[in-house]
Nanobody, 123 residues
Framework: QVQLVESGGGLVEAGGSLRLSCAAS????????MGWFRQAPGKERDFIAA????????YYADSVKGRFTISRDNAKNTVYLQMNSLKSEDTAVYYC????????????????WGQGTQVTVSS
């Protein structure tokens, strides 16, 4: 089992920045690929970014490419999502997720999920 806890969400003005953190506990964090997803009210959960267990491979949704950066610190059992140039359409609940294999954009293949953290971008 892996327990994931997101933090760092909040209210920010358009053009601002936030850094989300996802702290993991339980089984060996460094063996898991990690992903970030988000869900806006009334919409499906969307893929944002993913990072391999080594951190050497990352992948981003087109909607956030160039603005968001995913990273991880395996010594701290934490994955991060640095979000810059935020837009009102980035408003959503953000979730981190873990899976035992390679990175994926599909939420149904992730094994473990955090409870989510709200990000609200005011225009």
């Amino acid at each position: 089992q892996v327990q994931l806890v997101e933090s760092g969400g909040g209210l920010v003005e358009a053009g601002g920045s936030l850094r989300l953190s996802c702290a993991a506990s339980g089984r060996t964090f460094s063996s898991y690929a990690m992903g970030w997803f988000r869900q806006a009210p009334g919409k499906e959960r969307d893929f944002i970014a993913a990072i391999s267990w080594t951190g050497g491979n990352t992948y981003y949704a087109d909607s956030v490419k160039g603005r968001f950066t995913i990273s991880r610190d395996n010594a701290k059992n934490t994955v991060y999502l640095q979000m810059n140039s935020l837009k009102s359409e980035d408003t959503a609940v953000y979730y981190c997720a873990a899976r035992s294999y390679s990175i994926s954009v599909y939420d149904h293949v992730y094994d473990y999920w955090g409870q989510g953290t709200q990000v609200t971008v005011s225009s």
